[in-house]
């Protein structure tokens, strides 16, 4: 993993489906684990001791960033308490900064606990959201990024957070 965090990088791998099995050598075979340790590439815009956040990369619009724990969990309730303020002013952070980033008007901030978790790695979804911008209910379209669009909005968030800073 890069130490610059202003230098865009993709992933390379389909998240959907993986992440909930073991690795060859006994450990996690988790997607999110390997983008943690550097194995596998994203679009990263934040990283601190605490957690990584980097953009889904099938998005529900363009800046939907995941922000996931540095530490293998799976779900909410495997944090520590002592875990669960410090990782989730991270996820405050992000959500503060995605609609400045990215001019949208609020954000969806949403955790899948088992049902409906595509990576069996604690991970939260920001999404920007502007009236008018056709989400209805929980049943959403995903797209992809456009050649650049990713490492556009990464930029921009990444600037922002950087202003901004931890709370």
């Known amino acids: 993993m890069p130490s610059d965090l202003g230098v865009s990088v993709r992933c ?58 540095l530490r293998h969990v799976v779900t909410l309730p495997d944090l520590t308490p002592a875990e669960v303020g410090p990782y989730f002013e991270r996820v405050r952070l992000i959500a503060t900064a995605v609609p400045i980033a990215l001019d949208a008007q609020g954000t969806f901030v949403a955790e899948n606990n088992v049902v409906s978790q595509s990576v069996a790695h604690l991970h939260v979804h920001v999404v920007p959201r502007t009236k008018g911008d056709g989400l209805r209910g929980f049943f959403w379209p995903r797209h992809r990024y456009a050649p650049g669009e990713a490492a556009s909005a990464g930029a921009r968030l990444r600037r922002v957070i950087a202003d901004i800073g931890p709370a």
């Not at 550097?38 to 990263?44: F, K, V």
């Open 12 to 69: 390379a791998a389909t998240v959907t489906g993986m992440g909930d099995g073991v690795g060859a050598d006994g450990g996690h075979d988790c997607v999110f684990c390997d983008i943690v340790d550097g194995r596998r590439e994203a679009e990263i815009v934040f990283r601190d001791e605490v957690a990584i956040a980097f953009l889904d990369h099938s998005p529900l619009f363009v800046g939907h960033t995941l922000v996931v724990p």
